[in-house]
């Protein structure tokens, strides 16, 4: 547990820059957040740690298609590029969601407003456009609980509105692996309307055998001001990864011998992966008087995967056994509302807002043998079919205080009722009705407290109580391996607290602190995980605490720099008793108390050096990447080293009449340092490493006409 004088060197900053700002009031920068729902705060203000992150800094000599590029300067949050687009990317924050072997859990996702996870807490990013996005806001700590089920952290992407001039724009980029990106996009208003439409087609051979894949996106925004205080917000994706190949994990020993050879497996089935995504969404907002306001959010969408995996065939002999291709139809949907009322106290202003949040899943899941004869890696009899549904029904209230000059304050309370059923429609000899239902239900409280020391630093304290479900993704399977709802998994409870401290001089430099600790009851945790399909358990206890350091700084108009650090140690605090292989139906393997939790680094820091000569349009930065030891498994029998890596970019800007140009090199691990980018959890064939690329370069050129 973090002691009392953890918190005294926040104090002596608190003193030190008061007194080095107190002849200096320059205005600060106003950047608006949501880090309750309803309730807009600058993230100055607010009692929680929070992390913007601007659209041209998501750009900036960037490939624009994974969150790893540039969310690694967001202290508290790991994004691991797997250099598998099978799989996804490897989100964590604060700890949470380390565990997933594919796709996002324990955070919740958003774009433009619009749930990126459903209610189950299960995720995905790969639709999130960053050639359009306005910017990136990541929320960490107690406030995350107040977004529901599975909310460790939030990470929210909005796009920019078209207007009010009418700007079309071509850019494209080239790199190492035969990667190659176009992206086209045209934005402006028309009357009442403004617009913005952006498609994207990237391709790579991949950094691995058989790792190639294609990803095609097309995203749309519409707004339109009515007039009389109402605004209406339509948003549309489209999303396509045919046939995305997967060159599975590697052991120790192939990733040290050749860590761009894939797996045996995957080659023998072929093993890949095919999505087909479509959603859409409106958000209606409306001022009802002076004071109120109301919101109104409305979603729905269709997300189609199939995947074939590499279990064996004899595996496959068992009449309960699902077969080794998973064919999934999730159709969701979702409703928003709220009203915000702002009025006057004795005290100070206020903001209260209250609301109430439905979603809904409906999976239609089959299994298929992964051979026909002796031919593998094709789709054969069906060994499942099932459908599985998640409901979400959750009222929430928020508010916002002033208590006076020097205080203020924000609180929320959410309660949040989930249930999942499961139809069997496959039901044979051997192969019982495996149909059932859970319900998880769970209060999430939190309270922030700000003292606003001057008018440039701010100190706050935070408490929330959060709950994770587990997925539907998690409930499918029984430990073994076998088809069914895994009722026994019960939700993780966590009780978190933080304190901070905020200081900013204007532009010139900002600098954020936090020491935090989060205590779970009953984690989620992996019990076997073999050939892509996992099955989970809970572990009585784990204890994360760490400490955040965010600092800014520029100085002679020309350089700038920023360095972002993370100290995290997570732990489970007693305890219990899990597999060292698959099948395992009986745990027998004993995880210690004080032993680390897998996937999670101890460290993580980004540093970065820039300079600009505005005169040429030229800006040239160095940046720096370190991210401490991860153990790969809940045993700690082995982990993934400890690394470092630098990268150069360099960027030029030319306008021209109503043309803006635009190129940009980039080259990445400049040392050629040979690493694992990311582990696979807990992986029962000891096939945990992820291998990172050595040193990549991409160039870049895009071109924009103002009309």
């Not at 809904?360 to 549904?389: H, K, P, S, Y």
């Not at 993580?604 to 300079?611: D, I, P, T």
Request: glycine share 10%; net charge neutral; proline share 5%.
């Amino acid at each position: 547990m973090l002691r009392a004088s953890t918190s005294l060197p926040l104090v002596c900053l608190l003193w030190a820059l008061e007194a080095a700002a107190q002849d200096s009031t320059p205005a600060l920068p106003t950047v608006t957040v949501t880090a309750t729902p309803g309730v807009e705060q600058s993230v100055f203000d607010t009692p929680a740690s929070v992390d913007v992150v601007p659209g041209e800094v998501l750009r900036n000599a960037q490939w624009q298609v994974n969150l790893s590029e540039s969310l690694g300067r967001v202290p508290g949050l790991v994004v691991q590029n797997r250099q598998n687009f099978a799989q996804d990317l490897q989100i964590s924050i604060r700890g949470f969601g380390a565990r997933s072997t594919f796709g996002v859990r324990g955070l919740r996702l958003y774009a433009d407003g619009i749930p990126a996870a459903g209610p189950d807490g299960q995720g995905q990013v790969s639709h999130f456009d960053l050639a359009s996005a306005e910017r990136i806001e990541v929320l960490r700590g107690p406030f995350s609980a107040l977004y529901g089920n599975a909310s460790g952290g939030v990470i929210s992407i909005f796009t920019e509105d078209g207007g009010p001039d009418t700007v079309a724009e071509v850019s494209t980029a080239f790199g190492d692996n035969g990667a190659r990106r176009l992206t086209t996009q045209i934005g402006g208003a028309a009357q009442d309307w403004r617009y913005r439409l952006s498609a994207t087609r990237f391709e790579t051979d991949g950094l691995r055998e058989h790792s190639a894949a294609q990803r095609s996106s097309l995203n749309g925004k519409l707004t339109h001001d009515a007039g009389g205080g109402t605004r209406l917000t339509l948003v549309f994706n489209h999303l396509q990864m045919p046939g995305t190949q997967d060159p599975l994990g590697l052991t120790r020993a192939q990733w040290e011998a050749e860590p761009r050879q894939a797996q045996p497996a995957a080659i023998l089935f072929d093993t890949r992966k095919s999505v087909r995504q479509t959603q859409a969404g409106a958000v209606l907002e409306h001022t009802l008087a002076r004071d109120d306001e109301l919101r109104l959010m409305a979603y729905a969408g269709e997300r189609d995967t199939l995947q074939f995996l590499a279990i064996p065939v004899a595996v496959q002999a068992a009449p309960s056994q699902p077969g080794g291709v998973i064919d999934l139809l999730r159709r969701y949907a979702g409703l928003d509302a709220r009203w915000v009322h702002r009025g006057r106290g004795p005290a100070g202003p206020y903001t209260l807002s209250t609301g109430l949040a439905l979603e809904a899943t409906r999976d239609l899941r089959r299994g298929w043998e992964n051979f026909d004869g002796a031919q593998l890696g094709v789709r054969g009899d069906l060994r499942r079919d099932e459908v599985n549904r998640a409901w979400s029904v959750a009222p929430y209230l928020q508010g916002q205080w002033v208590l006076g000059e020097r205080w203020s304050a924000s609180a929320g309370l959410r309660h949040t009722r989930v249930r999942f059923d499961s139809e069997d429609r496959f039901i044979r000899p051997g192969n019982p009705d495996d149909s059932g239902a859970v319900r998880y239900r769970a209060t999430t409280p939190a309270l922030g407290l700000v003292f606003h020391a001057s008018d440039l630093i701010n100190a706050y304290i935070a408490y929330g109580r959060g709950f994770e479900t587990p997925t539907l993704n998690e409930l499918a399977y029984r430990a073994g391996g076998s088809a069914g709802l895994n009722a026994d998994l019960q939700p993780a409870i966590s009780r978190q607290w933080e304190l901070g401290l905020k200081a900013a001089s204007g532009e010139d430099w900002s600098l954020a602190a936090a020491v935090f600790q989060a205590r779970t009851s009953e984690e989620l945790v992996v019990l076997s995980n073999a050939g892509g399909r996992a099955s989970f358990q809970n572990a009585p206890g784990t204890l994360r605490r760490g400490l955040e350091l965010v600092g800014k700084a520029r100085w002679n108009t020309a350089w700038s720099g920023l360095l972002a650090a993370t100290w995290l140690d997570a732990t489970y605090r007693q305890p219990f008793l899990t597999c060292t292989g698959a099948p395992c139906f009986v745990p027998t393997a004993l995880v210690g108390a004080g032993q680390r939790m897998p996937g999670i680094p101890r460290t993580s820091l980004y540093g970065e050096l820039a300079w600009q000569h505005r005169p040429w349009g030229l800006e040239t930065a160095l940046e720096l990447r370190h991210v401490g030891e991860v153990a790969v498994n809940d045993l700690n029998t082995d982990s993934a080293p400890a690394y470092s890596t630098l990268a150069l970019r360099a960027t030029l800007e030319q306008r021209r009449g109503p043309w803006l140009w635009r190129e940009f090199v980039r080259i990445d691990n400049l040392t050629e340092r040979r690493y694992a980018g990311s582990v696979i959890v807990n992986e029962g064939n000891q096939r945990f490493f992820e291998p990172a690329p050595g040193r990549q370069w991409v160039v870049g050129v895009s071109a924009a006409y103002r009309f």
